[in-house]
């Protein structure tokens, strides 16, 4: 049972360049999440989607976009990267909204020069 | 919107001791409030999490506290191990939609 799987674990990416962050899961959640951690700013969320086909803005939404095609996949894109997204990117879904546990994927560490 | 925050960033303790971690949140419909530990590398992972119909949680050295009234909540770890050192994540949210918000988290160092 792989539970949350992220793509790729790790990157280096120039100025401008875009790329998508691949998250998924395998427990038919419902719900799944984007967050990024940067030190001493703790766990801030990017976007969520409450469902196939949904997506949401959350705390810190600029410069990202996402889409969930697919029930199990959650896809978070970066159009035009800046040095301020270097940072530890999480996914994670949960069976319903945020009041069950969220399960966390292992992270994918981004650094844009 | 809810605003989480957690005491101290940091903290050291002697092994054996015990460690505790506070939170308080502001939106007072939120009842539901979980505790997350990150392992160095790795991502965040469920410890502990209590509802607002209870006081207290407790499963084996770690206990949390919820008092709504002050709306803070707190993490009691006892006989701490070397392999409590990660770091702590508390979290609130409310019935719906909602998000789980979190706090900015909190480094437990056990020193054996």
């Known amino acids: ?113 | 919107g809810e605003n989480v925050e957690q005491h101290p960033s940091t903290l050291s303790v002697q092994e054996g001791d015990s460690a505790v971690i506070k939170c308080t949140y502001s939106d007072s419909a939120s009842n539901y409030f979980p505790w997350y530990k990150q392992e160095l590398g790795k991502g965040p992972q469920l410890i502990i999490d209590i509802r607002s119909n209870v006081g207290e949680k407790k499963d084996q050295r770690i206990a949390v506290t919820l008092n709504k009234t002050a709306k803070h909540f707190s993490l009691h770890i006892t006989e701490t191990q070397p392999e409590d050192s990660a770091v702590y994540f508390c979290a609130a949210s409310k019935t719906g939609n909602t998000p789980l918000v979190f706090g900015k988290g909190t480094r437990l160092s056990v020193i054996a």
């Open chain 1, 1 to 113: 049972n792989a539970g949350v799987t992220q793509t790729p674990k790790f990157r280096v990416l120039k100025t401008g360049q875009s790329m998508t962050l691949l998250c998924a899961q395998d427990m038919n959640h419902e719900y799944m999440y984007w967050y990024r951690q940067d030190p001493g700013m703790g766990l801030r969320l990017i976007h969520y989607s409450v469902g196939e086909g949904t997506t949401a803005k959350g705390e810190v939404p600029d410069g990202y976009n996402v889409s969930r095609l697919k029930k199990q996949n959650f896809l978070l894109g970066l159009e035009s990267a800046a040095p301020s997204q270097t940072s530890v990117y999480f996914c994670a879904s949960s069976v319903t909204g945020g009041n069950t546990e969220a399960f966390f994927g292992q992270g994918t560490r981004l650094t844009v020069v």
